[in-house]
């Protein structure tokens, strides 16, 4: 295993760290929960292999994840693994905030958090919900001065601007935002957090599944064996990155990752232009030169215009056919419900006079959904 020095905190992390929030923990009809005894083997299957970064979250896996992680932690020195798990913002008060914290290392059956999150910060969380006498940044600060948190972090998705901000206030140590090779969105924030000496790591390395299945234009533009291989030595050919956590389900998966960071190839200068040079090459091809700016939003409709356009050209540049017909499925349902599908236009017009690109967006949404899915309802 391969480690780097992080950030400014004065400890090496594997380049590889354990994502704890696809365990094989189930919960059955009855409400009861099973599969922590295979998650804690499996955890400790990864550590055996020199990985030792854990990243967990208080709600993971039915609230379970922090049990699996503190029973694999169990008759090894404390100070061989660093533990990452995170405190959502779901209630300002800070009296909550610090509840949480104490029942996470309950379940961690541990002393202390090497790096604890803020769960999803954004740049309005911090400011509105954070701040104030006995908020939770204040607790936080106690709890560092305790000696119950070691490293004050975040994780972000909000906008990479704001990331920034939140970078710049100084009060942390690392930051977790997702990077991979179809979403780049957050490099600027890596680059800026890598400048100023926060440790950086990465989640959906591997997109979150999107690029677990093969693709010969990705293995033809790289020599590797595997879209995951690519993905991953895609991630560590940036120098602004420190750590790729993987979410692993099974030994297959621990053994497949461990291999690719034990080689320690990331994708070379050559390799990563020729796959920014696909995606270029397809955006011409489709007549469609979208950026991901967002200026087409919001639409009236709620039509997702930039997703779908993300999705055709991974369905055409990368050949993840499968991948992109399943996310543009999602939309319109559950978690996506806001974000409409194509057949949600009506044609409306809005969207063309803002789009800088001059896209014709309301044949090329057509297009798309003939492409990415008929059987998607509005």
């Not at 932690?73 to 610090?98: D, H």
């Not at 935002?177 to 957050?186: A, F, P, S, T, W």
């Not at 692993?248 to 040079?277: H, K, Q």
């Not at 419900?337 to 063309?352: F, L, S, V």
Request: net charge neutral; glycine share 10%; with cysteine.
């Amino acid at each position: 295993m391969l480690y780097r020095d992080f950030g400014k905190t004065g400890v090496k992390l594997s380049r590889l760290g354990f994502g704890a929030m696809r365990l094989p923990i189930q919960k059955d009809e009855k409400g009861r929960i099973t599969g922590i005894d295979e998650s804690t083997e499996l955890i400790r299957y990864a550590l055996d292999k020199g990985v030792n970064y854990v990243d967990s979250a208080f709600y993971y896996c039915h609230s379970e994840s922090e049990t699996a992680v503190g029973r694999a932690l169990k008759g090894l020195p404390r100070e061989s693994v660093f533990i990452s798990t995170k405190n959502p913002l779901e209630n300002a008060c800070g009296s909550c905030w610090w509840l949480r914290l104490q029942l996470a290392l309950r379940r961690l059956d541990c002393g202390y958090i090497d790096f604890y999150h803020f769960h999803g910060l954004s740049w309005d969380g911090y400011q509105t919900r954070c701040l104030g006498e006995g908020g939770p940044m204040a607790q936080a600060r106690k709890a560092r001065e305790q000696g119950l948190i070691r490293h004050l972090s975040f994780s972000c998705h909000d906008t990479p601007e704001n990331c920034i901000k939140l970078i710049d206030t100084g009060e942390f140590d690392s930051l977790l935002v997702q990077y991979n090779l179809l979403d780049r969105q957050y490099a600027p924030s890596l680059h800026h957090a890598h400048e100023k000496g926060v440790g950086t790591v990465v989640m959906g390395p591997v997109g979150g599944g999107r690029l677990g299945v093969p693709s010969e234009v990705i293995a033809r533009a790289t020599g590797a064996v595997s879209t995951t291989e690519a993905a991953l030595r895609f991630v560590w050919a940036s120098p602004d990155i420190d750590v790729a956590i993987s979410g692993m389900g099974d030994r297959r998966m621990v053994d497949e990752n461990v291999a690719t960071a034990e080689r320690g190839e990331p994708l070379s200068d050559a390799e990563v232009a020729r796959i920014d040079r696909l995606y270029d090459e397809n955006k011409k091809l489709l007549d469609l030169p979208c950026t991901g700016c967002g200026y087409c939003q919001p639409c009236p409709q709620g039509v997702a215009i930039p997703r779908i356009f993300q999705y055709l050209q991974w369905h055409s540049a990368f050949d993840l056919k499968e991948a992109s017909r399943q996310r543009y499925g999602w939309l319109g349902t559950g978690w996506e419900e806001k974000n409409k599908p194509a057949p949600a236009c009506t044609e409306c017009g809005e969207c063309e006079p803002k789009c800088p690109q001059k896209i014709p967006i309301r044949a090329k949404l057509k297009e798309a959904h003939k492409i990415l899915g008929e059987t998607v309802k509005p």
